[in-house]
Nanobody, 121 residues
């Protein structure tokens, strides 16, 4: 079993910055990717940013140029630096990892419990 522990988040004003961090623990054979998703009230969960084991990143168009994802495969951690935050960034942010628990098993997704980010004046 894999557990994801998130930290960071909170309340900030428009134009402010926040940093989210996530650490994975458990018996993991290998990571395929880690990332962040978010869900605003009344909306579906959406991708924010992901990073693969080889360091390839992918961002939602709405956060490009403002958010930066980084990961440390050796420590099983991933962070999301969020700058120039907007009210529309308000959501619950979820950490995700796609991992193999053993060499023969198919990759599996795990999710954190979520952390609230609120951007408001």
């Amino acid at each position: 079993q894999v557990q994801l522990v998130e930290s960071g988040g909170g309340l900030t004003q428009p134009g402010g910055s926040l940093r989210l961090s996530c650490a994975a623990s458990g018996t993991i054979f290998s990571f395929n990717a880690m990332g962040w998703y978010r869900q605003a009230p009344g909306k579906q969960r959406e991708l924010v940013a992901t990073i693969t084991r080889s360091g390839i990143t992918n961002y939602a168009d709405s956060v490009k140029g403002r958010f930066t994802i980084s990961g440390d495969p050796a420590k099983n951690t991933v962070s999301l630096q969020m700058n120039s935050l907007k009210p529309e960034d308000t959501a619950v942010y979820y950490c995700n990892c796609n991992v193999r628990l053993t060499p023969r098993r198919s990759p599996v997704d795990y999710w954190g419990q979520g952390t609230q980010v609120t951007v408001s004046a």
